[in-house]
């Protein structure tokens, strides 16, 4: 659970490393919550699950800037630049580089980013 919380704490910090750990277990915890939030729109506002009510919208927006700032750290773990976060307008070839980069091991030892998130856990421990 901390995982899935700890980009919440880094709420728009954008410099430094994060792990796939932290990425993944953030995206899920965004996909639950995103579901639970249509099932309370359904199930007291009377929208359609097909269509976003005032929560789900709400819900969406808190989550935007968490998203795109672990999702840039993320990319700064394999070395890369958060603009690269840009692949995810290029259709199917853009969504799939940028998959490859997110799925892969971050770079041992400290890069220009910063320390290596395996290493210094100091990261999690300053977030707790």
């Not at 792990?19 to 953030?26: H, I, L, T």
């Not at 269509?51 to 927006?61: A, R, T």
């Not at 958060?82 to 770079?107: P, Q, R």
Request: hydrophobic share 50%.
């Amino acid at each position: 659970m901390e995982w899935m919380l700890l980009p919440l704490r880094r709420y728009a910090e954008f410099t430094g490393r994060s792990r796939r750990m932290e990425y993944w277990m953030f995206s899920l915890f965004s996909v639950l919550v995103s579901i639970a939030s249509s099932i309370v729109d359904f199930a007291i506002l009377g929208y359609n699950l097909e269509d976003d009510g005032p929560i789900s919208i709400l819900i969406s927006l808190a989550l935007f800037i968490p998203s795109l700032a672990v999702g840039v750290r993320r990319l700064h773990d394999v070395g890369r630049s958060g603009w690269w976060m840009l692949l995810i307008f290029v259709i199917i070839i853009g969504w799939i580089l940028l998959l490859v980069f997110l799925v892969t091991d971050g770079d041992h030892g400290d890069n220009e980013y910063g320390p290596d998130p395996k290493i210094d856990q100091n990261i999690v421990d300053r977030f707790s």
